[in-house]
């Protein structure tokens, strides 16, 4: 049977099915009887609470080619499992995810930090999957839901600057509030640095947070003390683009 909004598995001469296609499935029309699925492509199952009951609290999930669903209906709501074709229970990486870093040209620095709260630069969108969710200035928008998040973003120090405490945090602009606190972090211009030898460290935030409608967010950075030229990130000088602040969000609920 070809993906559609609406999936009519009452067509279906057996209880297994393959569904071809990529188009997104928002709806299953099914009767009798359980129906084994099986996805022939990768494509989106979004989640409605009567029509696509996903086993998924409410998110909507990305299936690939090989992945099987049990679908069930009670006469009123179809329920749908989704199984990993590797057996594996869903995971973040299968739902909706929006994916954000700050990419620079080979051999370009981080920056200058400053004492106290900096904003991350965040100038490229890596991958976005979930409706209503963008990038701009610096800051991701998302729209209401639960969502969980990986963001890391480096601080450095060369053997001539003074050393600094950091943490990031995800902060909500909208309304002016953390959301999750990072770890805390360090780098130092220990005596053991040669002069051209750069001390780099990581704060990384890691949670889940739930919005109740849609709200601006940025990686906002404290250092204890400002960092000249490469505070924000060394430049490793290799091919390819330089990554320093990053962010993962997975729309989970």
């Given at each position: 049977?070809?993906?559609a909004?609406?999936?009519n598995?009452?067509?279906?001469?057996g209880?297994?099915?393959?569904i071809?296609?990529?188009?997104t499935?928002?709806?299953?029309?099914?009767?009798?009887?359980?129906r084994?699925?099986?996805?022939?492509g990768?494509l989106?199952?979004?989640?409605?609470?009567?029509?696509?009951?996903l086993?998924?609290?409410?998110?909507?999930?990305?299936v690939?080619?090989?992945d099987?669903?049990?679908?069930?209906?009670d006469?009123t709501?179809?329920?749908?499992?989704v199984?990993k074709?590797?057996?594996?229970?869903?995971?973040?990486?299968?739902?909706p995810?929006?994916?954000?870093?700050?990419?620079?040209?080979?051999?370009?620095?981080?920056?200058a930090?400053?004492?106290?709260a900096?904003?991350r630069?965040?100038?490229?969108?890596?991958?976005?999957?979930?409706s209503?969710?963008s990038?701009?200035?610096?800051r991701v928008?998302?729209?209401?839901?639960?969502y969980r998040v990986?963001?890391r973003?480096p601080?450095?120090c060369?053997?001539?600057?003074?050393?600094?405490?950091?943490?990031?945090?995800?902060?909500?602009v909208?309304?002016?509030a953390?959301?999750?606190v990072?770890?805390?972090?360090?780098?130092d211009?220990?005596a053991?640095?040669?002069?051209n030898?750069?001390n780099?460290?990581?704060?990384?935030v890691?949670?889940?947070f739930?919005?109740?409608a849609?709200?601006t967010?940025?990686?906002?950075?404290?250092f204890?003390?400002?960092l000249?030229?490469?505070g924000?990130?060394?430049?490793?000088g290799s091919s390819?683009?330089?990554?320093?602040?990053?962010?993962?969000?997975?729309?989970v609920?």
């Open positions: 049977i070809a993906s909004s609406t999936v598995l009452n067509t279906a001469t209880n297994r099915v393959h071809t296609g990529t188009t499935i928002t709806g299953w029309t099914l009767t009798r009887g359980p084994t699925v099986i996805f022939d990768a989106q199952l979004t989640y409605n609470a009567t029509t696509n009951r086993n998924s609290n409410g998110a909507n999930v990305t690939e080619a090989g099987m669903a049990y679908i069930e209906s006469g709501t179809v329920y749908v499992n199984v074709k590797n057996g594996a229970a869903l995971t973040s990486a299968d739902f995810c929006l994916h954000v870093r700050d990419e620079k040209s080979a051999g370009t620095e981080g920056g930090s400053s004492s106290g900096n904003e630069v965040l100038n490229t969108v890596v991958t976005n999957t979930i209503g969710a990038l701009a200035s610096n928008t998302l729209p209401a839901g639960t990986e963001a973003a601080a450095s060369n053997a001539t600057a003074v050393g600094a405490r950091h943490k990031l945090i995800l902060y909500n909208t309304d002016a953390n959301v999750i990072g770890s805390a972090s360090g780098v211009n220990s053991n640095l040669a002069a030898v750069v780099m460290t990581d704060s990384v890691r949670g889940q739930t919005l109740a849609t709200k967010l940025s990686l906002s950075h404290y204890s003390s400002g000249a030229a490469v924000l990130g060394k430049a490793t390819g683009v330089e990554v320093y602040a990053e962010a993962q969000f997975w729309k609920g």
